[in-house]
């Protein structure tokens, strides 16, 4: 619940009241079960009602902002989920790994439509964008244009709307714009010997060696620069990253499928470079810190995923009125010392 509240959410419906004695939801339980005792879940739907009347006023005032975003589209998922057999990976699959990757750091992401207005984002990632037509390739070439920072893995644009294949070299619609076309491709094995390494001195991925993952690509370059390259098979030495200089942003093509691994990587370097801020310094995937911002507030969701008592620390920019949200407690500083219990949650608003 929280973690939807704290990732956008203004309103929660559970699904559903009362257990269904029919059908093939017959064994998804409702909040109370079959015999409609009140147990654990109709307590805890009970407690989580009487902390969000706390909340429910500041919850109103605030929105989540994202300077990340990634492109979703349902045309993707249905063409790439039938040719699965064929890459060993889909759309939500990639997607996935996109996403995890950025939550592992703590950066908020939006889910976006690809005709949507693109330009309040630092940095949009499209994976496994198969399907391509005239009117989304327009959109992120004036994304990118406007300063915009477009990152795109394997088999992009490679089909039209009506699922046909391009006649033109791949990308198709975006070689001028990522300033490369598909050299060759070969298919990653179990037990391959493949590596991509990041070159010395690129500004992302630099001396950094990654895994690829199902796909592998041969870029030739026309205009962009090599930020990787492949080690090992007959791809060696040949680009597997490039990054090209387009209007006043770049536009990034990664020669594999995405990974978390290669993700985390990635963002890692943005964080350390300036571009993009995590809601919180903190590592692993235990405890997650969510924010929703307010006119002259915040909200921070901490979240303990774990089945372990924990206890975490915040720097934060200056020194800032907080108050507990569930219990009521003020005070001033520019750290957080938070102590959690397993599955524990605080929500605490930042002035």
């Known amino acids: 619940t929280y973690q939807a509240i704290g990732r956008g959410a203004d309103g929660i419906l559970y699904f559903r009241w009362r257990t269904t004695p029919y059908g093939v939801e017959q064994f998804v339980y409702g909040i109370p079960g079959p015999d409609n ?7 805890e ?5 009487e902390e969000i009347r706390k909340l429910e006023e500041h919850i109103c005032e605030t929105a989540c902002k994202s300077d990340v975003a990634i492109l979703c589209s349902y045309d993707n998922i249905w063409s790439t989920d039938v040719e ?9 699959e990639d997607m996935f790994s996109v996403y995890k990757g950025l939550w592992l750091n703590h950066i908020p992401v939006d889910i976006v439509e690809p005709l949507c207005d693109l330009t309040k984002y630092k940095i949009v990632f499209t994976p496994f964008f198969y399907i391509m037509n005239e009117e989304i390739a327009l959109n992120l070439k004036e ?4 300063g915009g920072i477009l990152i795109s893995d394997a088999r992009l644009a490679v089909k039209n709307e009506y699922n046909g294949i391009f006649s033109e070299p791949l990308p198709g619609l ?5 300033g490369i076309t598909i050299n060759d491709h070969d298919i990653v094995e179990v037990g391959d010997n493949r590596r991509i390494l990041g070159i010395e001195g690129a500004p992302i991925f630099a001396r950094k060696e990654i895994l690829p993952v199902a796909w592998v ?4 370059l026309s205009d962009a620069d090599v930020l990787a390259i492949h080690k090992g098979t007959w791809l060696d030495g040949m680009p597997a990253i490039t990054m090209h200089k387009y209007g006043g942003g770049r536009a990034i093509y990664i020669g594999t499928f995405f990974s978390t691994e290669l993700v985390n990587l990635m963002v ?6 300036g571009l993009i801020k995590p809601v919180a310094n903190l590592d692993g995937s235990e405890v997650e810190v969510a924010r929703r911002d307010g006119r002259d507030f915040s909200l921070l969701f901490i979240i303990n995923h774990s089945d372990k008592y924990k206890k975490v620390e915040l720097r934060l920019e200056k020194t800032y009125s907080i108050e507990d949200l569930f219990d009521g407690r003020s005070f001033e500083s520019n750290t957080l010392t938070v102590d959690l219990k397993p599955d524990d949650v605080k929500v605490l608003m930042v002035i």
């Open 37 to 43: 005792r009140l147990d654990r879940r109709y307590y």
């Open 143 to 146: 994304y990118v244009k406007n």
């Open 84 to 92: 699965k057999d064929d890459y060993g990976r889909n759309f939500l």
């Open 45 to 49: 739907v009970k407690k989580v009602g």
């Open 268 to 273: 890692r370097d943005f964080i350390n470079g």
């Open 217 to 220: 690509e041969a870029l030739e």
């Open 174 to 178: 975006l070689t001028d714009l990522f």
